[in-house]
């Protein structure tokens, strides 16, 4: 099986690479928990080397893409945002170099969220994701799909349209952070589990359904304190009571987009929270069984090679 | 002028208190940074003591009554909370005595926050507040007002309805408590500036409405970032900005109560903020123009000489 692309996923916290054959299919993996944050400026290029340099050497002429915050500007070279919409000639398109026709960073998106303001003017602010995007067209290739709503839970979440192929629109929920900000840093902190518990679902559904009905996080999250002050739910049920609130905020939000199938690019854990909250929508979600950011990167790469 | 009554407000942070004469004027007023948290269990009595025995000599058969997190579990003496709807005679009747016939704690108020659910069973959860209910009487009581709605801004925010003289409903907002998780702790703290910045009143106004056009401080929190990311505000207008988003956030959700004049509560800035928001939102406001605690403490305590 001869290498045809070196895929790298280089985030904040991990470096990830893949040597993918002509099809596709990974050749064999490496891990390690070097994200950009703990590689200094300006040693990006020894990093890469280190990690990845016997493959490069072993495959003379391999072709290396990499997503993710590697392209941000604390990264190793800024792969300036690509406005939506944007398919994958936009972003095979947009490729920064870092060494010109072996390897190349894979740009983020932008878009702009503009509200109705009543009387106001429209007011618009910019939206920004990094390495999603690779994962959207990994999925969308995967799945055979041209127009979908895919969603990607985590610290921000994406909630993404794609028509014909092009990434149209994207929203951000600092969903993940919110929770975590919640849970170990404000009052709330003081009648939660020290540790992570396993998710309690009816107390998780209890907390999607409270913030599916009500305004806002900020009013909801109190109530779990007043039921840890009443006795109301034990600090188990409350963590995954939180968890409904804080997901069950974003589906509030998304569910007036309507789409009622979804597809759910998730952690095992997270998958199957949203799963959950998602049915207590009426929506249904698809979740891509394959390693979708190779797949994403060897989809951009192909683009590539037949333009 | 003798000193009718020892009114004191004892927060997780402070402790204040003032002798107050027959007509309900302060004779003298004192302030301790001996909040309960500062006080060890157990040494409430003399941390009083030290603060007003002097005080409480010097007029025998002087009452005291006391507001605030000093009735909670962590206080001195837990006065547990009195359900909504709760008047003057409901307090009066419900307070926890330290000293039977000296020295009182105002219990706190319950009540309870249901939510249409769809097709589910309306779920109830709790709410709660201690020491803002002696304020909203002392407002209500300044202001000649038997009905009116009142908003408390703060850490945690109250929204509180009276109706007749008694407190009918409230609803807390973790307002203050958001905007320093997310001032302090989260990736938005890196692009605004260390130190608090005097307000910029257009970029806050920006901030309240994008709150008030959309669904969540979840999704618009992000733009916080987005416009530094593109240099589009400097670092003291988003924090002008983030201060909008989060305060016009509670008012979303608030201004379909309909309430078109509140009365608002609040220190000189934060009362600046809410009269610009509120005023956003096509609500007018007044400020009673007296220490409220303080005013609040005499009226329950005048309420129970005439009982």
Same mark, same amino acid.
């Given at each position: 099986m001869t290498p045809s692309l070196l895929a790298v996923d280089w985030g904040t916290t991990s470096l990830r690479g893949a040597l993918l054959d002509a099809m596709g299919q990974v050749i064999e993996e490496r891990a390690f928990m070097l994200g950009i944050m703990n590689v200094p400026a300006g040693a990006f290029a020894d990093t890469f080397e280190t990690s990845f340099g016997d493959w490069m050497a072993a495959t003379p002429g391999l072709r290396c893409l990499m997503a993710g915050m590697v392209g941000s500007r604390q990264g190793w070279l800024e792969a300036p945002y690509c406005a939506c919409p944007a398919g994958f000639a936009d972003i095979a398109g947009a490729l920064a170099w870092v060494r010109p026709g072996q390897i190349a960073i894979v740009p983020g998106l932008r878009c702009e969220q503009a509200e109705r303001?009543? /009387?106001?003017?429209?007011?618009? =602010?910019? #939206?920004?994701?990094?390495?999603? /995007?690779?994962q959207v067209f990994g999925a969308m290739q995967a799945l055979?799909? +041209? #127009?979908?709503?895919?969603?990607?839970?985590? !610290?921000? +979440?994406?909630? =993404?349209? =794609?028509?014909?192929?092009? $990434?149209? @629109?994207? +929203? !951000? *929920?600092?969903?993940?952070?919110? *929770?975590?900000?919640?849970?170990? @840093?404000?009052?709330?902190?003081? !009648? %939660?589990?020290?540790?992570d518990t396993a998710l309690d679902e009816a107390a998780f559904l209890r907390g999607v359904r409270r913030a599916l009905a009500s305004g806002s996080l900020m009013q909801t999250a109190f109530s779990t304190r007043t039921l840890a002050l009443f006795d109301q739910a034990s600090p188990e049920q409350l963590l995954s009571?939180?968890?409904?609130?804080?997901?069950?905020?974003?589906?509030?939000?998304?569910?007036?987009?309507?789409?009622?199938?979804?597809? %759910? $690019?998730? +952690?095992?854990d997270l998958a199957r929270r949203y799963q959950l909250a998602l049915a207590e929508c009426g929506v249904s979600c698809v979740i891509p069984g394959v390693h979708i950011t190779w797949a994403g990167l060897f989809a951009i790469a192909k683009s590539m090679s037949m333009s």
């Amino acid at each position: 099986m001869t290498p045809s692309l070196l895929a790298v996923d280089w985030g904040t916290t991990s470096l990830r690479g893949a040597l993918l054959d002509a099809m596709g299919q990974v050749i064999e993996e490496r891990a390690f928990m070097l994200g950009i944050m703990n590689v200094p400026a300006g040693a990006f290029a020894d990093t890469f080397e280190t990690s990845f340099g016997d493959w490069m050497a072993a495959t003379p002429g391999l072709r290396c893409l990499m997503a993710g915050m590697v392209g941000s500007r604390q990264g190793w070279l800024e792969a300036p945002y690509c406005a939506c919409p944007a398919g994958f000639a936009d972003i095979a398109g947009a490729l920064a170099w870092v060494r010109p026709g072996q390897i190349a960073i894979v740009p983020g998106l932008r878009c702009e969220q503009a509200e109705r303001q009543g /009387e106001h003017l429209a007011d618009r =602010v910019p #939206d920004v994701m990094r390495g999603e /995007e690779t994962q959207v067209f990994g999925a969308m290739q995967a799945l055979g799909l +041209s #127009d979908a709503c895919l969603v990607l839970p985590g !610290t921000h +979440s994406k909630w =993404v349209q =794609v028509r014909a192929g092009r $990434i149209e @629109h994207f +929203s !951000t *929920f600092m969903t993940g952070e919110m *929770f975590a900000l919640l849970r170990q @840093h404000s009052i709330l902190a003081r !009648t %939660l589990p020290a540790q992570d518990t396993a998710l309690d679902e009816a107390a998780f559904l209890r907390g999607v359904r409270r913030a599916l009905a009500s305004g806002s996080l900020m009013q909801t999250a109190f109530s779990t304190r007043t039921l840890a002050l009443f006795d109301q739910a034990s600090p188990e049920q409350l963590l995954s009571y939180l968890s409904g609130l804080v997901i069950g905020e974003e589906l509030r939000v998304q569910a007036r987009l309507g789409a009622k199938h979804v597809v %759910l $690019i998730a +952690s095992v854990d997270l998958a199957r929270r949203y799963q959950l909250a998602l049915a207590e929508c009426g929506v249904s979600c698809v979740i891509p069984g394959v390693h979708i950011t190779w797949a994403g990167l060897f989809a951009i790469a192909k683009s590539m090679s037949m333009s």
